[in-house]
Nanobody, 119 residues
């Protein structure tokens, strides 16, 4: 089992910045990929960015050049630095941890943190 706790959401004006943090605990040695997803009202949850244990990153096209994901394996933390925020970035952001056992991936989720960007 993996437990994830997010922090850092809030209300910000368009063009502003926020930094999300996620603390992992439990069976952390089994975590391969960590990432951030978001879900806006009436929309499906979507990948924002993820990062492997080795540091390889992947971003949604909509956030490339504005968001940066980073990971501190020693502290069991993952971060999302969000710059140049837009109203369309408004969503609940969820931390995700992927644990791969042989060929099966198991996903763990945090409780979510609200990000609201005003125009």
């Amino acid at each position: 089992q993996v437990q994830l706790v997010e922090s850092g959401g809030g209300l910000v004006q368009a063009g502003g910045s926020l930094r999300l943090s996620c603390a992992a605990s439990g069976s952390i040695l089994r975590i391969n990929t960590m990432g951030w997803y978001r879900q806006a009202p009436g929309k499906q949850r979507e990948l924002v960015a993820d990062i492997t244990r080795g540091g390889s990153t992947n971003y949604a096209d909509s956030v490339k050049g504005r968001f940066t994901i980073s990971r501190d394996n020693a502290k069991n933390m993952v971060y999302l630095q969000m710059n140049s925020l837009k109203p369309e970035d408004t969503a609940v952001y969820y931390c995700n941890a992927g644990v791969k056992v042989i060929t099966t991936r198991y996903d763990y989720w945090g409780q979510g943190t609200q990000v609201t960007v005003s125009s």
